[in-house]
T-cell receptor, first 115, second 115 residues
Framework: GAGVSQSPSNKVTEKGKDVELRCDPI?????LYWYRQSLGQGLEFLIY????????KSGLPSDRFSAERTGGSVSTLTIQRTQQEDSAVYLC?????????????FGPGTRLLVL | AQSVTQLGSHVSVSEGALVLLRCNYS??????LFWYVQYPNQGLQLLLK??????LVKGINGFEAEFKKSETSFHLTKPSAHMSDAAEYFC?????????????FGTGTRLQVTL
């Protein structure tokens, strides 16, 4: 596609439920990133993929958070047993290569609300 | 470790006035620096980036920024504000080395443009 797409655009869930957030990066981009944007914490890095492997998971806030990437393309971020503090906008980005100078292109985000 | 400080969470200017959004960085290695803009309910869009070439960087929509190593600054400017510039602006830094090119963001500056 022309840009990074994410689904769903909005998700409302009950505390304790599991959710899956999907990211489709720009075709051919080898690097994929997940970030979280919340009122209290601002924009924070969660995890980065190079191909299907995740060399940097340092931003995942707890073991309830996991992510995978298949076929070097689509990525899914899973949050188990959601808590109210997980409410945020989850942003996905991709870049051609995993280099610091490369532009990261962002999707529109998934707005998650945990009731 | 790298960090970014954006002075002023809210900036208000009149249409036609100079826009100046401040960003100071901290990095133990020469950084790559980025300015992103976020319009309501949208993802982040790159305005411009510094990757150790020219210190004065020109971006989209008439914005530019100057990298000043002595001041550890990368302030964003635009000579004449337009109503459509109203948005939130994020300064970010990434490292030029290693495999992890994650972005570390500032807390953002919301720009208001008044008539």
């Amino acid at each position: 596609g022309a840009g990074v797409s994410q689904s769903p655009s909005n998700k409302v869930t009950e505390k304790g439920k599991d959710v899956e957030l999907r990211c489709d990066p720009i075709s051919g981009h080898t690097a994929l990133y997940w970030y979280r944007q919340s009122l209290g914490q601002g924009l924070e890095f969660l995890i980065y993929f190079q191909g299907n492997s995740a060399p940097d998971k340092s931003g995942l806030p707890s073991d309830r958070f996991s992510a995978e990437r298949t076929g070097g393309s689509v990525s899914t971020l899973t949050i188990q047993r959601t808590q109210q503090e997980d409410s945020a906008v989850y942003l996905c980005a991709s870049s051609s290569f995993p280099q610091g100078s490369e532009t990261q292109y962002f999707g529109p985000g998934t707005r998650l609300l945990v009731l | 470790a790298q960090s970014v400080t954006q002075l002023g969470s809210h900036v208000s200017v009149s249409e036609g006035a100079l826009v100046l959004l401040r960003c100071n960085y901290s990095s133990s290695v020469p950084p790559y620096l980025f300015w992103y803009v976020q319009y309501p309910n949208q993802g982040l869009q790159l305005l411009l980036k510094y990757t150790s070439a020219a210190t004065l960087v020109k971006g989209i929509n008439g914005f530019e920024a100057e990298f000043k190593k002595s001041e550890t600054s990368f302030h964003l400017t635009k000579p004449s504000a337009h109503m459509s510039d109203a948005a939130e602006y994020f300064c970010a830094v990434s490292a030029p080395t290693g495999t992890a090119s994650k972005l570390t963001f500032g807390t953002g500056t919301r720009l208001q443009v008044t008539l």
